[in-house]
């Protein structure tokens, strides 16, 4: 992880400062109210159940038309909202100092103050915090760190545009409204002040009109975290899929199998190998070895690459067309990292979904003690 103090928190700090100065009746929280990914693993959330530790401190009216509205794109988050025009939109994006392909963390603000052409003040102020470089977390333990919180007066299930969360109120002085919601693994934290009856309703209007985007960090299919009992490596699986850890064999430290649930492969015998016929849907096999095996990779015809990082660690993913694929394509994602080999490789119809397949790369980890 990288050791210097993330951009999100500088912004933060200096949002801070200007508020305090410009607009005393409004104050940005500081970092550490943002940044809370879901404590312990707990017992199995039931997600359909609404469960209230307390009751809200105030009852907010119901949302009040607010005329024209834009729609915003947050890329990063892989997710869009509707705001009022007459509210100000910033997007602050902290960039990896040592991975410029990365981020740290993703920062915005919705607000009724502070901009060119609007008002010097306000009391109006949405914040969102995700921050990229912390462990992923599973469901039940986002849940249990939402529901067992002692920061929360009151933490209440919400399901918006396919995401999951919770929608809470900070208990005592500071007693800021919070969207937690659940985004493959990490936590977007969005929060609200002044905690008013009207600026929680406005919040709620702009919450309810979140979407997901096509191919962005988070889709309406919930993902499964996926933890190699070995502790080799995690991965995030979408949770329709059939996932099982298999036997390992030789020099083979673990063995992962998954498949959409509308896998559908035809093999017949074609004379020097078998056909293989993928018509429908994604296979994927993880395999971690304990040797390079630098030739696992065939230099197939048509065959072409890309390079990607795994915890900072180069790897190279391979797209080609082996001879026994008679129909579909094969994509293999290859690290090696302390003389451990891995690879993933995936088997998919030509109409597959290959964002999905992107997302499981890009969310792939190598797992050393510190992740867990």
Known sequence: MNSRIPMAVVLIVISLFAVTCGTPQVEVEDAGDVTDQGGAVGEGITPEASVVVSQPTATPKEPQPTGDTKRYDFEHLGISLEVPLDLYVKKDLDVNYEDQSKLNSYLFF????????????????????????????SWEAFSDGQLNSTFNAYANYIEVGGLRGYDTQVAGVRNRYFYHFYLDGHTLSIAVAEPTPENKALADEIIQSLELLPGGLSDASHLTLVRDPNQLFQILIPDDWEIAF????????????????????????????TN?????????????????????????????????????????????????????EIRTAKVVHEGRTYLLRFGYADDADRETIDRIISSFAITPADFY
């Open 246 to 273: 298999q036997p390992t064999i030789g020099t083979q430290l673990s063995s992962l199998a998954a498949h959409s649930p509308d896998l559908e492969v035809v093999e017949e015998d074609g004379g020097p190998h």
């Open 276 to 328: 293989i016929y993928y018509k429908k849907g994604i296979r994927l096999h993880v395999q971690v070895i304990g040797e390079d095996l630098a030739s696992e990779i065939p230099s197939w015809p048509n065959q072409w690459e890309y390079g990607v990082y795994f915890n900072g660690v180069p790897g190279t993913v391979y797209v080609y067309d082996e001879p026994s694929t008679a129909e579909g």
């Open 110 to 137: 919705i607000q009724n103050y502070g901009h060119p052409g609007g008002t010097s003040s306000g009391d109006f102020q949405m914040y969102g915090l995700l921050q990229y470089y912390l462990p992923l977390v």
